[in-house]
């Protein structure tokens, strides 16, 4: 064989290779036919890198609104996306980095670093609230409304789920003045610190701490959740100058009960963005597994068990239940345990769904 025919074969070979290469690629790129592995696609074809990239700031019915140097203006949503969005319900979120053509038209999505998601009202599909988020600021208050770790637990463990930092804030700090729920908010800062998670305490109407919290928000992208009447709306408002209703009626039309159902994207003064999720202000979680609620509660497994496999409830040589009652382990983190084991899949499930549905927000 001489070395020609060598080059020849393998030059043969490559060009098969490349034009299977060329039509698979041509097959990827027609989005004219759908296909099953479309269905867990996030990530649109191939990426033209010469055209300029834009970020999603909000979503309506006429295309999405993206900012790019500074301006917003509507882009249409192309065919292929489109046709995804069926299966995926919803395949462009806000927050999304795109690329978009001269004739502003979405062409790709950037992959994305985070997403938040919720359960959508048929409670079986995951519908995208936003996604590339840096972090939570989950927002509590100890006295009216009164503390709800359990709530807390599960927006923490819905934030990291996503790949987003969580952040406790303790409002109305001004509200605490000695006594049981002075005692309280005590407790509830020393567990949530052992688990490493930053917690500020503030007071909105006092102006103490929102400068500190300013700073974490500054050029970051940051969603804002706590059960209704903790004060999201106020410190938003101190902080920036915002004009967002108080008092629970943001976002409500006239009628009072039909709300906005998209999230949008506002930018902070300073730079950074909050998310707006009008009437899902805070968020549930998808599938929330018992795996989840133990690596969430890890502290527990310290404490040796008869049983490998005990689940802390009522059963004999319970380190857990020792360490509880010996004050080792606080019965507000405990409590929440139980609360979420409970709702957790595998458990009873109907009762989980039950309770979300009722969630305050
Ligand atoms: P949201 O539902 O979480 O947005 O809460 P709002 O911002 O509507 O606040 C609910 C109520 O709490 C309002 O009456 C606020 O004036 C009040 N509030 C907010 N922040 C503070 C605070 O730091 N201290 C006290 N005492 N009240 C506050
Ligand atoms: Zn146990």
Redesign the pocket.
């Known amino acids: 064989m001489s070395r020609e025919f060598d080059y020849e074969e393998e030059f043969h070979a490559q060009d098969k290779k490349k034009s299977r290469k060329d039509r698979r690629h041509a097959q990827e790129t027609d989005r004219s036919k759908f296909k099953k592995t479309d269905q867990n696609k996030t990530v649109a074809p191939p990426i033209d890198r010469t055209l300029p990239q834009g970020k999603v700031v909000a979503i309506s019915g006429e295309g999405a609104w993206v900012e790019a140097n500074g301006e917003r203006f509507l882009c249409s949503i192309k065919g292929f996306l489109k046709k995804e969005k069926v299966q995926a319900k919803n395949i462009l979120a806000v927050g999304d980095l795109i690329r978009y053509t001269h004739e502003h038209s979405i062409a790709h999505i950037e992959e994305r670093y985070s997403f938040l998601a919720r359960r959508d009202v048929s409670g079986k599909k995951e519908q995208l609230i936003a996604v590339n988020i840096d972090q939570a600021i989950i927002?509590v208050s100890v006295v009216n409304p009164e503390l709800k770790p359990a709530l807390i637990d599960r927006y923490i463990i819905a934030a990291k789920k996503g790949n987003i930092h969580p952040i406790i804030v303790v409002?109305?700090i001004?509200?605490l003045n000695g006594g049981e729920e002075e005692k309280r908010y005590r407790e509830f800062v020393a567990s949530y610190e052992k688990l490493g998670l930053p917690i500020l305490s503030i007071?909105?109407?006092?102006l103490i701490g929102l400068d500190a919290l300013s700073s974490l928000l500054k050029n970051k992208t940051s969603v804002f959740s706590?059960q209704?009447?903790?004060?999201?709306?106020?410190?938003l408002n101190t902080s920036y100058g915002f004009n967002l209703r108080?008092?629970?009626l943001?976002h409500k039309t006239s009628k009072g009960t039909h709300t906005t159902t998209t999230a949008q994207l506002i930018s902070l003064p300073g730079g950074g963005y909050c998310v707006d999720t009008p009437g899902v202000k805070s968020f549930g979680i998808w599938k929330l597994t018992k795996e989840e609620v133990s690596g969430h509660f890890h502290e527990f497994a310290l404490y040796k068990c008869k049983y490998p496999d005990c689940a802390h409830i009522n059963e004999p040589q319970c380190g857990v239940l020792s360490a509880l009652s010996e004050g080792e382990i606080s019965p507000l983190r405990y409590e929440s345990y139980r609360t979420l084991m409970d709702e957790a899949v595998g458990g009873s499930d109907n009762r989980a769904k039950k309770k979300e549905n009722h969630e305050p927000n």
Do not use: E
């Open positions: 927002v409002n109305k001004d509200l007071s909105t109407t006092k706590g209704s009447g903790v004060g999201k709306s106020s410190l108080i008092g629970g943001a």
